[in-house]
């Protein structure tokens, strides 16, 4: 009760958020390693493909990391045994992306329009809000995301943010 208490709140008024300089290869090899036990008792393989390089963010670290956890959490319910999720991280063209994609069921075209509206769900329990505040973490740290999907095959949900040189080492 508690948890839902916090995301209505969060969708009415956000709770501000810190910027600091996160290696987003660490973050997201530390959710990895956090989520695998969820994947493995749902039977599904979750692995971590790092960009070759460190990449970094400006970000706050427990926010990402909830953005993450939601959507592997998401990738998990939505994948069947012997599936696979797969969390990658990139660097493009002074972005950085991470990606979060599974081999599940996959969503209908006319609902990935909606899908990161408040109170928008397909599933039989939650109230529709993990993808709203998803989305307006992200946005509150100057980032976008977006999801391809294709029925019966799976989703890749893609977190775009600025890319900022690596903090100067302290010393």
């Known amino acids: 009760i508690r948890r839902v208490f916090e995301d209505l709140?969060?969708?009415?008024?956000p709770m501000p958020l810190e910027h600091f300089a996160l290696d987003v290869n660490t973050l997201v090899t530390d959710i990895g390693e956090?989520?695998?036990a969820n994947a493995d008792t749902a039977g599904v393989a979750l692995s971590v493909e790092l960009a070759s390089a460190r990449?970094?963010?400006?970000?706050?670290m427990f926010a990402v990391g909830r953005v993450c956890r939601n959507l592997v959490l998401n990738a998990i319910e939505a994948t069947p045994p012997r599936g696979r999720i797969t969390m990658t991280t990139a660097a493009l063209d002074g972005k950085v992306q991470i990606r979060v994609a599974d081999?599940?069921?996959?969503?209908?075209p006319e609902r990935i329009t909606t899908?990161?509206?408040d109170f928008a769900t397909t599933k039989r329990q939650g109230l529709g809000l993990g993808l709203a505040i998803v989305k307006k973490i992200v946005e509150q740290?100057?980032?976008t995301v977006s999801a391809s999907s294709e029925v019966g095959r799976g989703?890749?949900?893609?977190l775009e943010f600025g890319?900022?040189?690596p903090p100067e080492a302290a010393g």
């Open 9 to 13: 709140r969060n969708i009415a008024r």
């Open 34 to 36: 956090s989520m695998r």
């Open 55 to 60: 990449v970094f963010i400006l970000g706050d």
């Open 103 to 108: 081999t599940g069921c996959g969503i209908p």
């Open 115 to 117: 899908m990161f509206e």
């Open 141 to 143: 740290l100057g980032g």
């Open 155 to 158: 989703t890749t949900f893609v």
């Open 163 to 165: 890319r900022i040189s």
